[in-house]
């Protein structure tokens, strides 16, 4: 194994904790040694020590990066991989947020060293569309922070100038789901002002040398970098820099962040805003009070400037050539001074800039923040500017300097101070190492009575005469006898002559070094104070991005606080940043600069030892090495790795610790690689617990085997099982029906030789007993047979009920006929019969009557068939309805029977007279029809016979008995337009009171008896007669023709 060979090899030992002898001059050799070798990453322990080979290195290929994923961390050579891949491997299986802390001083190799921990991180986590999307937004965010925040300095070209700690959020899967940046503290005074040979932050550079000459135009830029006051023409191009190169891939990285085209433009617009203050020149002048005043000298570069923003230049002008100033209720106008007018300048282009950084983090985390709110595991990267000692020192140096001072407190605080602590607290026997604990001078730093920032924002706070001077002073009073301050007063209090230090200065012995600190510029850069004319003057353009940036600039929401200081927000963002380090479970990379001419290659020894010291990285090995590298609550370890023992795996049912005791005895591992504190195990060398993982991964994966074998084994019997149930259950339903089928097959055959069987016992039992009278039988059985269907077929196609309809079916046998005929005629009887039953009392003597009419009349009369037609009404009169016949009523009583207008034929003339005629059931009543006053009754029994005629006329003679009263006038002749009824109700009459036939003469001569004498009547059919009836002409006294037709 490459990685375990190189750890035993002695000259170059991969782990410092193995070098023999421990001196520094062994260690800085080790790093020397391995440095020549291109092995530039070392491991104390967990940490791992990187320096700086200022080339590039074929060991960031992604087949490294495949030998480094999930591998485990002493296995193979140290790498900055094996520590990404251990944090995220703990971060994913053991459910622990990690952070990974880079120190080391500027250009010693933080930002790479983050830049390849994100990239193995996205390299090795899974992959999606969705994912990959994340992990490329993570990525890109690099090219844009960098070139708005880097800058080359004389130690690095590519220097960080502000802090940032990037929070990787994953899932519960270890898919990277999005991230938070927080920044810290840009190096903004550089917009204004850098030493020669250094440069202004990357983007100004980048943008004039990338940006196509429209954009240049739009934004109103020159491409010639010494155009502006705030670059360098000199250091303009670097080696090995392509800024046109890097501005476009900042433009993509942009785009695939999730800029729009709109905000980037907005952006580039500020930027140029920036650069173009720089060029605003001002010059002095003398007001009419004699007060010196300055104005802009060229008003091009601001009236540009102006259009860039949409704002009126006379009022940018206003804001940078004058102050107002509200003393008491008044709001006084001043006029400024040159330097007053630059120093106001330049403050408002740090400002912009600064705060366009701000809202270009803000900007991005608002891309990469995790849209949803499941649970996340979290891996923060540390990126901070690293410790800095320049010529000239100022506030920002001071900063970057504490924040470093912090972080070396937090690797002291965990891995020196507390790791010791804890073996005290644990009880496992411990000889103390010796380690400079910075604590004071962080103490010196931050403290919030005597602290050098408490004292520098007391200074900013307080009123009357405040300048750096007093500043100096009160530290002077207050540290003079702190070991870790100097000054010039101090040194001489304590009488040592000290050339290195001016007067203006302070010095700090930090844990890196002794820095000499210029005071120059500490109150105002505290301060960090911007007119209030000149933010409300940006907030007066019509940028909106601009704008956003100076809310303060509303007029309506004017506050007369002051802000909190520089120095203040930084110490509390810091006091955040620790706070949250220290929830988390902590990797180191400790970055090493090797020279300070940034060659390839070329390794210092000096330079390096003076790092080793104060990076403390003899005491790191040291502790390590007396103490232990790993430990582990008992719980915790004992759930780990119980499966390496039979007596704990699966369930151990004691306490922890006698249950790791148990476990690790049974691994003969060698009692001084061990120690059982109070609650923890404590593992001595990193092998063991290398030892034990891979024991353990041996046995987690035979243990999967074994769970495999067992969930195969169970899934291949349950499935046996089911299919032999469901194979039983088949065959017993196969086997059933094939039963069924066959006993079906068996009960037909049996029935079928029953029928046989019986069919021929009845054979022989019928031959037997009928075999002498058989035929008769046989042709009887087939008689009745045939009648019996035949009935049975008439009873089920009788012919229909209706007495008109005569169909009858014919007989189907000859043999039948007379029957046939029978039933036929009894059939039409008794349907007349049921038809009669159900006639209603009066419809049946309308129908007598109609019949008595047809015996009377049919085919004697002509008339005879006309009347067929018409119903037999009785009253023709209404006698009931008709007030006028109210006597003829009376008279007729109930026991009317028919009531008609007839003529009556003048016996002497022949002639026709109108008359009412009543039938009652006794009498006949003629009446005369205007009086309605019978004229005439006749009792029905005095009626002796009437006489008709053959033809269809309505003459009859009515001949009466001459004893009767009215009688002795003579017999009556009538004309009736319903004659057939009146013959007919009169003749039903005289049956139903005399009980004997009416006598009824038809024909066309007869005698009547008048009381003048007999008269012979002739009938003759003859067009003459009228339309009305029978026309009478008498012919003689005793002869009278009657002309019909
Ligand atoms: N692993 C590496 N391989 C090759 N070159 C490297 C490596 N690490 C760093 N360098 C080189 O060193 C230079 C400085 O590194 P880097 O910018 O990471 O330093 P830094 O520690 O972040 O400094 P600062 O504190 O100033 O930001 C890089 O620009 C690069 O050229
Ligand atoms: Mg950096």
New binding site residues.
């Given amino acids: 194994m490459e990685g375990t060979s190189s750890m035993l090899d002695a000259e170059a030992v991969a782990d410092l904790v193995l070098l023999d002898p421990l001196t520094e001059e062994s260690l800085v050799q080790t790093l020397q040694e391995r440095f020549r070798r291109h092995d ?1 990453y070392t491991y104390i322990g967990n940490v791992v020590i ?1 320096v ?6 074929p ?2 290929t992604p087949e490294k990066v495949e030998e480094y994923h999930n591998c485990s961390f002493f296995a193979v050579k140290p790498h ?1 991989y094996a520590i990404a891949d251990d944090a995220y491997r703990s971060l994913r299986d053991r459910d622990r947020d990690q952070c990974i802390l ?1 120190t ?13 921990v994100m990239s193995y991180v996205a390299a090795v986590s899974s992959k999606g569309e969705e994912v990959n999307k994340v992990k490329e937004q993570l990525l890109q965010s690099n090219p844009v922070l960098e070139a708005f925040g ?1 800058a080359k ?1 004389v ?7 502000f802090g940032k700690y990037m929070d990787i959020e994953f899932d519960f899967k270890g898919e990277p789901l999005g991230g938070v940046i927080s920044n810290y503290l840009l190096e903004k005074s550089r917009i204004v002002r850098h030493v020669k040979g250094e440069r202004n932050f990357h983007i100004f550079y980048q943008l004039l040398a990338g940006a196509s000459p429209q954009l240049l135009q739009q934004l109103k830029l020159r491409q010639d970098c010494g155009h502006y006051g705030y670059l360098d023409r000199a250091s303009s191009s670097l080696p ?1 820099m392509d800024d046109a190169a890097n501005f476009h891939a900042m433009q993509d990285a942009m785009r695939v962040i999730g800029f729009s085209p709109a905000e980037v433009t907005e952006l580039l617009e500020v930027t140029a805003v920036v650069l173009k203050l720089g060029n605003i020149q001002l010059s002095s002048s003398f007001q009419a009070s004699g007060m010196e005043a300055c104005s802009i000298t060229d008003p091009q570069e601001l009236r540009e400037i102006c259009e860039l923003i949409g704002l009126d230049p006379s009022t940018l002008e206003q804001a940078l050539c004058t102050r107002t100033v509200k003393a008491r209720d008044e709001t006084v106008l001043t006029t400024l001074t040159v330097p007053q007018g630059y120093y106001g300048r330049d403050a408002l282009a740090k400002n912009i800039y600064s705060r366009l950084f701000d809202w270009l983090v803000n900007r991005i985390n608002t891309s990469i923040q995790v849209k949803s709110d499941e649970q996340r595991k979290v891996m923060g990267v540390l ?6 000692i320049f010529q000239d020192n100022g506030f920002e140096q001071f900063i970057i300097n504490y924040c470093n001072e912090k972080l070396q407190q937090i690797f002291i605080l965990m891995t020196l101070k507390e790791e010791q602590e804890e073996y005290v607290r644990e009880g496992i026997q411990w000889t103390p190492v010796e380690f400079f604990d910075n604590s004071i001078i962080c103490n010196l730093i931050e403290n919030s009575t005597s602290g050098v920032l408490a004292m520098l924002d007391e200074e900013c706070l307080r009123p009357g005469v405040v300048n750096e001077d007093t500043f100096l002073n009160k530290l002077n009073q207050l540290l003079a006898k702190h070991k870790h301050y100097e000054s010039k007063e101090t040194q001489n209090a304590r009488h040592i002559t000290d050339t290195s230090l001016p007067a203006h200065c302070f010095r700090i012995h930090h844990y890196a070094g002794k820095v000499t600190y210029n005071v120059t510029g500490f109150i105002e850069k505290n301060n960090d104070l911007l007119f209030r004319d000149l933010s409300q003057a940006m907030w007066a353009s019509r940028h909106t991005l601009l704008r956003s940036l100076f809310p303060e600039g509303d007029p309506q929401k004017v506050s007369l606080k002051l802000p909190p200081t520089a120095g203040f927000q930084f110490k509390s963002s810091v006091a955040m940043l620790m706070k949250n380090l220290y929830s988390k479970n902590p990797n180191y990379i400790r ?1 090493i ?1 090797p020279n300070d001419t ?1 060659s ?1 290659m070329v390794f210092t020894p000096e330079l390096v030892l003076a790092q080793v010291r104060y990076l403390g990285l003899m005491e790191n090995v040291r502790v390590r090495r007396a103490g232990y590298a790993f430990r582990q609550l008992y719980g915790p370890f004992l759930q780990r790795y119980k499966m390496l023992n039979r007596r704990t795996w699966p369930r151990w049912d004691g306490g922890d610790r006698e249950g790791v005791e148990v476990l690790m005895a049974g691994l003969a591992f060698p009692a001084e690689e061990l120690a059982f504190g109070h609650t923890k195990i404590f593992i001595r060398s990193p092998r063991t617990l290398f030892d034990l993982e891979q024991q353990r991964q041996e046995r987690v994966s035979q243990l999967a085997t074994l769970i495999q074998k067992m969930f195969r084994g169970w899934r291949c019997r349950t499935q046996y099982q089911l299919m032999r149930k469901s194979q039983i259950l088949i065959s017993a339903w196969f086997r059933g029906h094939r039963q069924k089928n066959q006993y079906k097959q068996m009960k037909r055959s049996a029935l079928v030789l029953q029928a046989y069987a019986r069919g021929w016992k009845a054979r022989r039992t019928y031959r037997k007993y009928f075999r002498s009278s058989a035929s008769t039988r046989v042709s009887n059985f087939i008689y009745w047979g045939l009648v019996q269907r035949y009935l049975l077929g008439l009873a089920k196609n009788l012919p229909p009920l209706a007495v008109t309809d005569r169909t009858w079916p014919p007989a189907p046998y000859r043999f039948l006929d007379k029957t046939n005929q029978e039933l036929k005629n009894i059939f039409y009887h008794w349907k007349c019969k049921k038809y009669r039953d159900q006639l209603p009392p009066s419809r049946r003597a309308q129908l007598q009557a109609k019949l008595c009419a047809s015996e009377l009349f049919k085919d004697k009369k002509t008339l005879y068939p006309k009347s067929l037609q018409q119903p037999f009404r009785g009253d023709y009169l209404g006698l009931k309805q008709n007030p006028k016949y109210q006597k003829l009523h009376a008279v007729a009583k109930d026991k009317l029977v028919m009531a008609d207008t007839v003529r009556k034929v003048n016996r002497a003339n022949g002639k026709t007279v109108p008359r009412l005629l009543l039938l009652t059931t006794e009498h006949l009543i003629l009446a005369d029809p205007k009086a309605a006053q019978p004229k005439t009754v006749l009792s029905i029994s005095d009626i002796r016979g009437v006489s008709v005629t053959h033809f269809s006329d309505g003459f009859l003679a009515l001949h009466l008995k001459e004893v009767s009263t009215v009688g002795a006038k003579g017999d009556f002749l009538l004309v009736s337009d319903h004659l057939i009824e009146l013959v007919t109700r009169l003749h039903q009459t005289f049956e139903a009171i005399s009980g004997q036939v009416l006598p009824l003469h038809i024909t066309d001569r007869f005698s009547t008896h008048f009381l003048k004498g007999d008269m012979s009547i002739t009938v003759v059919e003859s067009p003459k007669a009228g339309t009305d009836g029978p026309v009478c002409k008498k012919k003689g006294s005793n002869k009278m023709e009657v002309l019909v037709h």
Avoid: H, M, V
């Fill in positions: 530039i990187s700086n080979p200022y080339q590039a290195l060991i960031y900055i880079i080391g001083e500027s250009g010693a190799g933080k930002t790479e060293a983050s830049k390849l880097n300095t130690r690095n070209d590519n220097s960080s100038r090995g990126d901070i500017y690293g410790f800095e970055c600069k940034k390839a």
